[in-house]
């Protein structure tokens, strides 16, 4: 209980109930904060126990000075925990190791509890084996079962032995989505206190839940157990972003393309590491899901958060979604009690910086082909696409000019390309057409190939064609007006008698039960499945990588004559080898144009002067034809989606089906681990721990493991997609009797050590500079001339000669979804520190978090700059200095090359605050809580 030095502990009254409180009004200064610094301060003020929180911390926040930089620690104490079962696998495998380490060092197991309530959702193990068909969606779940029953099991027993934690079975949503429509509080109640909902989750895309005023964000694995078991969240007091939001969309524009426009803002603008809060009266204007559409991008662009203020709409959707009356008078009331409800023409909070976007200037856009915030507005995507097509297609094959000289024209990033034009906002939806002089510009290479199938008869192959259309993802599958929309495009394509190219893995997994049930009312159901778009499943499955393989005789087509492949999908991930092993290029887009893309089948398509198809009486149709206006798309809402539906899918969410209630279920307070399981292993991060930390010790004669470029992401470091045979990977499961068919995927073997080490770095598409080859390869100077090697066999040799490792990078290393297994591969391969030009936050979190010391090139400086070229020995000093209790400012870095000759430079160490000194001092976040349990 808070020692309240404030006096603001207080009660609310709503209607027949009473609620204790922490006022804000109790401390001066509060009520200029920007909403989400409202939460941090109340967040201090109930859990002020003048150590760890002090009076001088809620000083701090309430006299938030907001152009400093951030320099002053808090401790944030998170509600609650989610968790997906890709990375929540591996935190329920820590705790029951936690268990094991406790009783071994004389403790109390029962001890290593959740002590905040911490829910899973089971929703990134199906895969899309089966499609196109009826059966696809119960075909896909057998499958699931039958490669996850081990894991599964697992869960059901983390369930029934910890405290608190609860899991969502498979085959109901997506985590996210499930988080917004049932999970989150918006409001909590916990022992007669109400106060802000508040949530970390294993997945960056948690932030979705900043659309009902939840603040939260992704955290690594490592984090989240910590978090769970009692240990606060470390951060600095932030800078706060205001995007001021006014005008509102207009017609044919979605909340896809007015995410992506944002994400492109945020982006250039620079917001890493800084909240970001949306205010106006044009947030009015902004319907919760797409409120929760742009949160969920937050990652993409870079921030912690992307949080809206709690408001009437907010309102709006917590009764929409079956929230109780009662649950729905305390947040209104709550909200207006704290000052944190957004009136119109309320006063402006004061802001760090301040950014605004006028509604009405967005356009349609689609982003990629291996980045999200790589924006192209629709009417540039077929130059865009021929542009880039360029960096995929070998040299050698044919390009077609259209009588242009390739050679001249300048290549540029689709993120670079101009933002505005003055017939962008025309696009298809336009009685006039809209002309530009650059398209058709660029030429295309072109390889067609012919090919024969039973099933799909006789299809050209070529560049660019789109191989996967996927509405997937909770980012959109959340949000009813794009869904309605692709329903309702769907259905005017089937009445114009279009239908999807022969070519095209088609898939439907939306984030709900409650999709299903509103597209059944609509009656849309039928025209979807016209064009291939039946239900495969209910989860993030394209997205993750679980796309599952492309029809056998078009994925020969594309390996045996090295077509460039693309996939469209409704997501928040493109990056290069996530969606598919057999495509190169990826591109985001709206559920409608997800649907459109698999009309047209190729990315070399242009919405407004190519046709999608002829109707009956053999006239073109265009896009323009077939897109559903915004009265159509509202009316449909109104008349399919109730309350009613939210409360009957969501009302035995924790029960699951007869598969579920039928797994074996393990009991007992600790975990009877088996040797032989290839999915889940006992980890050996305690093995050998002391109850006191060792000093930590200057890093000497360490070799480079790989020599990394920019956006290295957490999918290049630790992939979760297919396992490739002849890997590592395969060869570990192969020993151990695991057919290829039953490889499963890296994500679903996240509990087993053996594979996820080595797997790390294993990327098809990793390119380290080390070799001339992508893929998981360096090259092992304990032999002989460095010979080019598998990285997990290099490591293993390194470790038996007792050679550390360091890793070098570039910019904005480690980006992309809070994967823990990229600082814990990382470290399990003896990896001691890495060196980058900068790193994304939650990886540089987990790397210390797993007692690895991230460190940064002198500014201005890289690897490349400095005549780094991965062949040296380093030697680093200056970290002993944290035996101190202090933190190094910098380490001393001596690279010394085969000719004896030094590359000296000073490194910037990126320990942040105390806690994660303290984290780095005991070899990890784990070591930590574990050894203050024991001595608690």
Not at 9 to 29: F, K, M, P, Q
Not at 285 to 303: C, D, H, K, Q
Not at 371 to 400: C, M, S
């Amino acid at each position: 209980m808070s020692i309240n030095s404030f006096g603001a502990r207080g009660t609310l009254e709503v209607g027949d109930n009473s609620y204790e409180i922490y006022r804000l009004s109790a401390v001066e200064g509060t009520d200029k904060l920007p909403y989400a610094l409202k939460v941090l301060a109340e967040n201090l003020l109930r859990t002020e126990d003048g150590a760890n929180i002090t009076t001088e911390h809620i000083n701090a926040i309430a006299n938030w000075d907001p152009s400093a930089e951030p320099s002053i620690e808090i401790q944030f104490t998170p509600a609650r925990v989610i968790m997906q079962d890709f990375t929540g696998v591996p935190c329920v495998v820590d705790l029951a190791t936690m268990r094991d380490a406790v009783k071994e060092l004389g403790g109390d197991p029962d001890k290593v509890n959740p002590l905040a309530p911490a829910e899973m959702v089971i929703d990134h193990s199906v895969i899309i084996e089966a499609f196109g068909n009826a059966q696809a969606f119960e075909r896909n779940v057998e499958i699931e079962y039958q490669r996850n029953e081990e894991r599964y099991k697992f869960l059901r027993w983390g369930q029934g032995a910890f405290d608190d934690f609860r899991v969502v079975p498979p085959g109901t949503g997506i985590v996210h989505q499930v988080n917004i429509e049932h999970l989150a509080r918006s409001v909590m109640v916990r022992d007669g206190v109400a106060y802000p909902d508040t949530c970390i989750g294993t997945d960056s895309h948690t932030t979705m839940e900043n659309g009902l005023g939840v603040l939260g964000w992704g955290v690594g694995g490592i984090e989240a157990e910590a978090a769970m078991l009692g240990q606060p969240v470390s951060m600095l007091i932030p800078r706060v972003v205001g995007f001021k939001l006014t005008g509102a969309a207009k017609p044919g524009v979605t909340a896809t393309d007015v995410v992506l426009t944002i994400t492109d803002m945020l982006r250039k603008h620079g917001v890493v590491g800084k909240f970001v809060e949306f205010y106006g009266n044009g947030v009015a204007e902004v319907p919760l899901a797409n409120r929760a559409t742009i949160g969920n991008m937050s990652p993409e662009f870079g921030s912690t958060c992307a949080i809206f203020p709690i408001d009437g709409e907010t309102i709006n959707y917590l009764k929409l979604t079956g929230r109780s009356a009662e649950t729905l008078a305390l947040v209104e009331a709550y909200a207006k009690e704290q000052g944190m409800w957004l009136e119109k023409d309320a006063p402006e909070a004061q802001y760090s910086e301040y950014m605004e976007l006028d509604l009405s200037t967005v356009v349609p856009s689609i982003a990629g082909p291996k980045r999200p915030q790589d924006r192209i507005e629709l009417w540039d995507a077929k130059n865009a696409f021929r542009k880039d097509i360029h960096n995929y297609v070998e040299e050698g094959n044919t390009p077609q000019l259209n009588g242009v000289d390739e050679a001249n024209e300048e290549s540029f990033p689709a993120s670079d390309s101009p933002s505005t034009s003055p017939d962008a906002a025309k696009l298809s939806f336009s009685d006039e057409p809209a002309h530009n002089a650059s398209k058709g510009a660029e030429g295309r290479p072109s390889k067609p190939v012919t090919v024969e199938s039973a099933e799909r008869g006789t299809m050209i192959l070529d560049h660019g064609i789109v191989t996967i259309a996927s509405i997937t993802s909770c980012t959109n599958t959340s949000n009813p007006s794009v869904m309605l929309g692709a329903g309702l495009l769907a259905k005017k394509a089937v009445d114009k008698g279009l239908t999807s190219k022969p070519w095209v893995k088609t898939s439907m997994a939306p984030g709900s039960q409650v999709v299903t049930g509103y597209y059944d009312k609509a009656g849309l159901w039928p025209y979807l499945e016209k064009l291939g778009f039946f239900l495969v499943g209910y989860g993030c499955t394209t997205c993750i990588g679980n796309s599952g393989p492309l029809p056998e005789e078009i994925s020969k087509a594309i390996n045996d004559h090295d077509l460039t492949a693309t996939a469209v999908l409704s997501g928040n991930r493109n990056f290069e080898g996530r969606i598919n092993p057999d495509v190169k290029m990826n591109y985001l887009a709206s559920p409608p144009l997800v649907i459109a893309y698999a009309l047209a089948g190729t990315m070399d398509f242009d919405f407004e002067s190519d046709p999608l198809g002829q109707d009956q009486d053999g006239n073109d149709v265009f896009l323009a034809d077939i897109w559903p206006t915004n009265e159509e798309i509202a009316e449909t809402i109104a008349s399919s989606i109730s309350a009613e539906q939210y409360a009957e899918d969501y009302a035995d969410v924790f029960k699951g089906d007869e598969r579920w209630q039928n797994l074996p279920t393990p009991d007992g307070k600790t975990f009877e681990w088996d040797d032989e399981s290839t999915y889940v292993r006992k980890p050996p991060y305690f093995e050998g721990m002391t109850p006191e930390p060792e000093p930590v010790a200057d890093i000497k004669g360490a070799r480079v493991l790989a020599k990394l470029g920019d956006s290295v992401t957490t999918d290049h470091i630790s992939p979760a997609s297919t396992i490739k045979p002849g890997t590592p990977a395969a060869q570990y499961l192969d020993e151990h009797g695991v057919a290829r068919k039953d490889y499963n995927s890296l994500g679903a073997r996240r509990g087993n050590h053996e594979v996820m080490i080595r797997s790390t770095f294993g990327n098809i598409r990793l390119a380290n500079q080390l070799v001339d080859v992508t893929g998981g390869y360096t090259r092992d100077f304990t032999q002989e001339g460095g010979p080019q090697s598998f990285i997990y066999d290099a490591a293993q040799n390194y470790a038996a000669q007792g050679t550390p490792l360091v890793v070098l990078g570039g910019k904005e290393y480690g980006t992309g979804s809070s994967r823990d297994w990229a600082a814990k591969g990382t470290r399990l391969l003896g990896v001691k520190a890495v060196i980058t030009e900068s790193f994304e936050r939650i990886h540089r979190s987990n790397l210390i978090g797993m007692g690895v010391i991230p460190l940064q090139f002198p500014e201005g400086e890289s690897h490349k700059s400095l005549g780094l070229d991965g062949t040296e020995t380093f030697d680093i000093t200056g970290i002993e200095a944290l035996n101190s209790g202090d933190t190094p400012e910098t380490v001393h870095v001596t690279a010394t090359k085969e000719d004896g000759s030094a590359i000296e430079f000073d490194a910037k160490v990126r320990i942040d605050t105390p806690g994660e000194a303290d984290y780095y001092r005991n070899g990890g976040i784990l070591q930590y809580v574990l050894r203050n349990m024991i001595k608690g």
